[in-house]
């Protein structure tokens, strides 16, 4: 019996160092990608890929506007993907006044809409040179009023792909 128990305290170790170096391996893979693509699978990982009774909003969040040529149906992976980027691209081209925080601000509004970020005390602290934006940027972390954890997981992990204060 003491050997069978010495055996899985062994086996476990073995697993919880594995597991630990899968997860720095991950975060070493995600780092090696360019923003854009970091970007691109941060957003992935936190939106779903919506179905038809979503509608108007499609693929990994895409909401469909008055004149878009989208169908009501289920998007394929590759077809969701090919629109992150163009609205990706589209916010990074929005923001790019902003320079190295065009991306951070295009990953938020992708989320939120840029019209709450317009109003937001985060772009004016932006706009007057302020780099302590930590409050205002995961202020961005509530559902119906109430503080959302994987909301705020989102933002912290924004914050430390993105932001470079």
């Not at 923003?35 to 990982?45: D, S, T």
């Not at 895409?62 to 990706?88: F, P, W």
């Not at 940027?137 to 933002?155: A, I």
Request: hydrophobic residues 35%; aromatic residues 12%; proline residues 2%.
């Amino acid at each position: 019996m003491k050997k069978w128990l010495i055996f899985m305290v062994a086996l476990l170790s073995a697993m919880a160092a594995n597991a630990t170096s899968i997860s720095n391996s991950r975060k070493a893979n995600l780092m090696a990608l360019p923003p854009f693509e970091r970007a691109c699978v941060l957003i992935r990982h936190y939106e779903t890929l919506h179905s038809v009774k979503h509608w108007p909003t499609i693929a990994y969040g895409h909401v469909v506007k008055n004149g878009e040529n989208y169908k009501k149906r289920q998007y394929s992976h590759a077809e969701a993907d090919r629109i992150l980027r163009k609205d990706l691209s589209d916010l990074c081209a929005y923001y790019r006044s902003y320079g190295s925080d065009s991306l951070l601000l295009a990953c938020l509004a992708y989320n939120v809409g840029s019209g709450r970020i317009h109003k937001s005390s985060l772009l004016k602290k932006l706009k007057s040179g302020d780099r302590d934006i930590y409050r205002e940027y995961t202020s961005f972390s509530r559902y119906k009023g109430k503080r959302h954890s994987g909301l705020y997981r989102r933002r912290w992990m924004e914050l430390e792909l993105f932001f470079c204060p």
